[in-house]
């Protein structure tokens, strides 16, 4: 399992605005000691190689991917933001979202 609070800021949409003020915080070792985690993971999981491998793994043995599948919160009806950008459209897309 990928720690990501070894090589990043973790936070929720909402608190997005604490962004700057908590960059204020980290101090130069941290940097240095995140980006010397990132350069170990790097080739493990940041390069696109490695992507695929790991979306191969979720689809063939989940367990042993470093990637997992999450719900995410919706309501029946809902368009995804992306298709709304584009101007699409679309009926209401629900299959991968939500339970009717």
Known sequence: VLDWSAIALLFDARNVSLLPQALKTVGTEQQE???RRILEL????????????????LL???PSSALSCQRLPC???TVFPCAKRR???LKPHVSYCCNR
């Open 33 to 35: 000691a995140m980006r």
């Open 42 to 57: 790097r080739d493990r999981y940041f390069t696109l190689e490695a992507v695929f491998r790991e979306i191969k793994l």
């Open 60 to 62: 063939t043995d989940p």
């Open 75 to 77: 309501s029946p009806g």
């Open 87 to 89: 101007g699409a459209k």
